[in-house]
């Protein structure tokens, strides 16, 4: 209920975001709102779960991680990718300190398209 270390609060925001983020793009915005409604009244998750998505705690879970393995293989920290991502860090930051800034922007371009979820190249 209380975070134990700095990071938490944040880390409980997002991981609250993906879930409504998982909730909206799988059973739409209305159960959203639904949901919302439900809990505003005190009610529940392991009752309002099942009443509007139609599946128990155990079973959104199960199949929200699912989900969650999937999203996250498209952020590019497999072997081979994260290989290719430290080799154009290195060039980039070498282009940079060569001052070769077009160059230096492409090969952070080409970091960005294989993890846009590094917040490393969008610096």
Do not use: N
């Amino acid at each position: 209920m209380r975070p134990k270390k700095p990071s938490d609060r944040q880390l409980a925001y997002a991981q609250s975001y993906w879930i409504c983020t998982y909730i909206e793009q799988t059973f739409g915005h209305d159960k959203m709102l639904a949901m919302l409604e439900e809990f505003r009244k005190g009610r529940e998750q392991s009752d309002v779960f099942p009443e509007i998505l139609g599946k128990s705690l155990s079973q959104f879970q199960a199949d929200f991680f699912a989900w969650t393995e999937k999203e996250v293989s498209t952020w590019g920290y497999d072997e081979e990718t994260s290989a290719k991502v430290k080799k154009l860090t290195t060039d980039a930051e070498a282009l940079v300190k060569a001052r070769k800034y077009d160059d230096a922007v492409k090969a952070w371009q080409q970091i960005v398209e294989l993890r846009p979820m590094d917040a490393l190249p969008h610096q």
